[in-house]
């Protein structure tokens, strides 16, 4: 693992787990304060239907208190008159009271009109709870609530209710009445899907804000390291580019050494030894001594003038980019045997003597790879003047490179991407369709001039 990605890691992975961790507390406090606010709605709730069936209960009291109390036209009677008012008292779809005598017997109920008359001493709801028996045992203890499960009219299903019931001693009746409950259900269940939506959305809202404060993050990251990487590039462009001018400030040197100092030297040997061969023609073994002597000081001059001119070509100083392109091609073909052709337009001063000099050594470094390693028999060098780049080509008809073709290359492929990516330029290599390798180099110009270069 890289130190890039190491810091990357490093950045983002405290966001994402802070964001979880946030995420999940936010959660389990929300869900837990969900819990307490709808059962302290529920409960509200109960309270008020409490209120609202001991309000009920209190007006059925002072709806038959005047007939409890006097019993006009007797006791038969005055149950009677009772019956039917309470019969009569209802309140919305589904209020309503009821009556049972103390033994489970149904005397008032306006809803199911088939339980009067009847007794329900053990009747069990769904749940198993015996309601009458129990509303009984509640009113008998003082009065009071009882929850059970009860046909509701309105709908035919058996709900949820909320009764109530007390004794009138007097007769041994239990009178009550009660609310259904399932509407409070139906609210805490919407409270609860208002509370579990807000909560997926803050959810949400969280890991949305670590996604952007990651994204940003990354593109702070990318950010530097893009810009270190072009500060990186940039300097080692320079390096590059430095440690090129001053190879080519030392290869000029060198070949001006060699050229103005130990080439005149031989030279003067030469000049010598010709004299010496002049005055040993008379002596047969001296004269044959001193050819071999002039063919072997001939030959170190055509070697050092060849290195001198491989080191720095005078010529490309001299006359500029084409005609030294078009001297290194005779050259080539002079030694190598290999046809050359060379078509180049002159380029001013549309480029700096650093370009130049880089595109001389791309084709020199091409030209010795096509004599080692391509069985090539000609070579075509063409170089392209047009109004904002220059392009430069380099083909033979040689066995071509390997397959797959080398992405880096050599040591000497690399100092040629190196040296046109110093001046902007791109190179390509690639093998042709009908045979051979083609190198192309593309190079931005300077503005137009009529200057020669």
């Avoid at 009984?136 to 019931?165: C, D, M, R």
């Avoid at 807000?198 to 994204?215: M, N």
């Avoid at 370009?355 to 391509?374: C, F, G, I, P």
């Avoid at 003047?385 to 290359?409: A, C, K, M, W, Y």
Wanted: with cysteine; proline share 2%; glycine share 8%.
């Amino acid at each position: 693992m890289t130190f890039k990605t190491k810091l990357m890691l490093i950045t983002i992975l405290p966001l994402i787990t802070v964001s979880i961790l946030i995420g999940s507390v936010s959660y389990f406090q929300a869900r837990r304060l969900i819990e307490i606010e709808t059962h302290s709605v529920e409960q509200r709730i109960l309270a008020t239907k409490r209120q609202e069936i001991r309000n009920y209960l209190n007006l059925a009291l002072t709806s038959i208190e005047r007939i409890y109390e006097g019993e006009p036209g007797g006791r038969a009677a005055a149950q009677e008159s009772v019956k039917q008012i309470l019969h009569n008292m209802t309140f919305g779809e589904d209020g309503y009271f009821f009556v049972y005598s103390l033994d489970g017997t149904n005397l008032v109920h306006p809803k199911l009109a088939h339980l009067v008359g009847k007794k329900w001493w053990d009747l069990q709801d769904p749940e198993g709870d015996f309601v009458i028996r129990n509303l009984i045992e509640t009113a008998q203890n003082g009065g009071g609530f009882h929850e059970y499960v009860w046909h509701k009219p309105s709908t035919g299903l058996v709900e949820e209710k909320l009764g109530f019931a007390i004794i009138l001693d007097k007769w041994n009746w239990m009178l009550g009445t009660g609310l259904y409950t399932d509407d409070i259900a139906r609210e805490v269940a919407a409270i609860r899907a208002d509370f579990s939506e807000s909560i997926r959305q803050t959810v949400i809202v969280v890991f949305a804000i670590t996604l952007v404060a990651i994204v940003v993050a990354g593109l702070l990251i990318a950010g530097v390291r893009f810009s270190e990487q072009r500060f990186a590039d940039s300097k080692l462009k320079e390096l590059t580019n430095r440690i090129f001018e001053v190879q080519e400030q030392e290869r000029k040197r060198v070949s001006t050494e060699l050229h103005d100092s130990i080439s005149q030297l031989l030279v003067s040997v030469r000049y010598g030894i010709e004299m010496i061969q002049s005055e040993a023609s008379r002596t047969p073994d001296l004269r044959g001594y001193a050819d071999k002597c002039m063919r072997i000081l001939d030959g170190a001059i055509s070697e050092v003038r060849r290195i001198s001119r491989d080191l720095r070509p005078s010529v490309l100083d001299d006359m500029g980019l084409a005609t030294a392109l078009v001297s290194l091609g005779k050259e080539f073909e002079t030694h190598s045997g290999i046809k050359v052709d060379v078509s180049a337009e002159r380029t001013h001063d549309r480029l700096s003597d650093s370009a130049k000099t880089a595109l001389y050594r791309v084709v020199q470094e091409a030209m010795t790879n096509v004599a080692r390693h391509s069985g090539a028999t000609h070579v075509s060098i063409t170089l392209v003047v047009g109004r904002h780049t220059l392009s430069l080509t380099i083909e033979d008809n040689g066995r071509g490179l390997p397959h797959p073709l080398p992405q880096e290359g050599g040591l000497g492929i690399r100092n040629m991407r190196e040296r046109m990516e110093t001046h902007d330029g791109f190179l390509q290599l690639r093998n042709m369709a009908e045979g051979g390798t083609r190198i192309r180099v593309t190079m931005p110009l300077k503005k137009t001039s009529e200057r020669a270069a």
